[in-house]
């Protein structure tokens, strides 16, 4: 499915912004719901080259969002999603159980906000939408972040 974004200028500063879906991820080519899936998989001990080949998608691309949400990014999608369940729903926090992975916690917290979203405030709005609300829009981090 091609997307063609729409534009709007800025009444304050009067530059034009690109105005995305909650779907697409900003500067990637792939819905929040694929990489999320890559993500999970990888989370659950798949390789890059077998989530590749389920997804469709080229190897080096999902290696290269894999390497890009290990480590430090994956702390600050955990952190962002504590910071947006103690918001909706504090008691949540306590029942996340450690998964074992840095990845697997962040992806835990994440799922969790997510879910408390949508109970909350948005029951019509799909899961993907909010897991990409609840990062930030930063499931994979920007270049440059």
């Keep these: 499915m091609a997307l063609r974004p729409r534009r709007a200028r800025c009444a304050a500063c009067r530059a034009t912004h690109v105005l995305l879906p909650g779907t697409v991820l900003p500067r990637r080519a792939d819905t929040t719901a694929v990489i999320g899936t890559a993500l999970l998989a990888s989370a659950r001990g798949a390789g890059h080259r077998r989530i590749a080949a389920d997804l469709a998608r080229p190897a080096a691309t999902v290696r290269r969002w894999l390497r890009a949400v290990r480590g430090e990014h994956a702390e600050r999608l955990r952190a962002t999603a504590i910071d947006r369940l103690a918001r909706l729903d504090r008691d949540v926090i306590s029942t996340l159980a450690p998964t074992g992975s840095r990845l697997g916690d962040a992806l835990n917290a994440v799922a ?33 972040d």
């Design 112 to 144: 969790a906000a997510a879910l408390a979203h949508r109970a909350r405030l948005a029951p019509h709005v799909p899961i993907w939408d909010l897991v990409a609300a609840a990062t930030r829009w930063r499931l994979l981090p920007l270049p440059g």
